[in-house]
């Protein structure tokens, strides 16, 4: 008889619990996990590819723990004045989250978020031992300063997630709701802006609060509008002493010298990395006007991807796009699902599968 979890002394509060990720499946098109489906540009892959050789030629010494050089390359793309000792990065924003919650949550500790958001922060506060507590959304998903002040005097949390734009919704975030949040609070205010490269040109990121705040934080990726998923960079900006903090539970050496070179490299190229993202969000839009013309319900999104409503049966509607080639997400909330945005081709052919699955299977209207 092969062995089980339940045969092992595992963790009590991991019992039952089964692990993250979405269906890895090799479709034609792939709009399931958010990533940016344009591939890194050829005159740039070979930069990238030159930094890794001269990086390996000295693979058998360990790696700068401090990741100087990235830091620096970090602090000048994101601007806003910031310096290389208000950055800090990881194999991921999710690596970065859980060191986060590594130095400041933890048993005893709670954590503050509003679902439906990312499924991977109640994961991080579970693995880390943080509870979770989840607060309401107003309409359409948004939350609001009232929302969040309140929410937060009730909980009285050691940590508040807040999600700019935020996933699986696509909301907005304004700056002031993360103001509020801050004022309310005497604990860490973490901003996940996963998505703030498609974001309006002209909207403030929380990056310019961080002045005079030195219990914010604000974690980006390179996962998303950089084309940098499979490179596994993540990383925050917040006060010198939040990353003296993050020091303490960091493995040494977590960042590989060729995780480094190549994310080096690849920021060199910032201008060209980024040249899809007007592309892509003038895709998510045509999204949203032809989802919105076939009957479902969409909200107002500032990230690469669209939720929309009115699905009749999410499962039934997934495996008819799956039929034809077309991979989405399902994330469990009741009559929606999810879907990225594409290139040109690929969001074609996801509109003409949903005109088909809408076809058979007539969209649903919601409650109010
Ligand atoms: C995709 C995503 C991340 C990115 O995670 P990485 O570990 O950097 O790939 C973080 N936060 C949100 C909200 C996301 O959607």
Not at 153 to 160: G, K, L, M
Request: proline letters at 7%; a negative charge.
């Amino acid at each position: 008889m092969a062995t089980t979890l339940d045969d092992l002394p595992i963790r009590d509060d991991l019992r039952g619990q089964s692990p993250y990720g979405a269906p890895q499946k090799h479709v034609r098109v792939q709009l399931n996990v958010n990533e940016n489906t344009h591939p890194v540009p050829q005159d740039v892959a070979d930069d990238i590819v030159e930094s890794i050789r001269q990086a390996l030629r000295t693979v058998n010494r360990y790696p700068d723990r401090e990741f100087t050089e990235l830091r620096h390359s970090l602090a000048a793309y994101l601007g806003h004045g910031l310096t290389a000792e208000q950055l800090w990065a990881a194999n991921g924003s999710n690596e970065v989250l859980q060191q986060l919650l590594q130095a400041f949550g933890g048993p005893g500790r709670s954590v503050l978020g509003f679902p439906p958001t990312y499924s991977m922060h109640s994961i991080l506060a579970s693995g880390t031992g943080t509870t979770w507590i989840p607060a309401q959304r107003d309409d359409e998903f948004r939350i609001s300063p009232e929302t969040v002040v309140a929410a937060v005097r009730e909980h009285q949390p050691d940590i508040v997630f807040l999600c700019g734009p935020n996933n699986p919704t696509g909301t907005p975030l304004s700056i002031d709701t993360v103001r509020a949040a801050y004022d309310a609070t005497d604990g860490i205010v973490m901003v996940d802006e996963a998505y703030a490269e498609f974001m309006p040109a002209d909207v403030p990121s929380a990056v310019s609060l961080l002045p005079g705040r030195e219990r914010l934080v604000v974690s980006r990726t390179m996962s998303k509008a950089f084309a940098f998923a499979g490179a596994r960079v993540g990383y925050l900006a917040a006060d010198p002493a939040v990353i003296d903090a993050i020091r303490l539970v960091r493995l040494p050496y977590h960042l590989s010298a060729l995780t480094q070179a190549a994310a080096v490299a690849a920021l060199r190229h910032a201008p060209e990395m980024l040249a899809m993202v007007d592309d892509i969000k003038e895709q998510r839009d045509r999204m949203v006007t032809e989802l919105g013309a076939m009957g479902y319900r969409t909200y107002e999104t500032w990230s690469n991807f669209v939720l929309f409503g009115g699905v009749a049966d999410p499962n039934a509607a997934f495996e008819a796009l799956l039929d034809q080639d077309v991979i989405v997400r399902d994330l469990g909330i009741p009559n929606h699902l999810r879907v990225s945005a594409g290139t040109e081709e690929e969001t074609t052919a996801f509109l003409d599968a949903m005109r088909r699955v809408a076809a058979d299977q007539p969209p649903v209207r919601l409650d109010a």
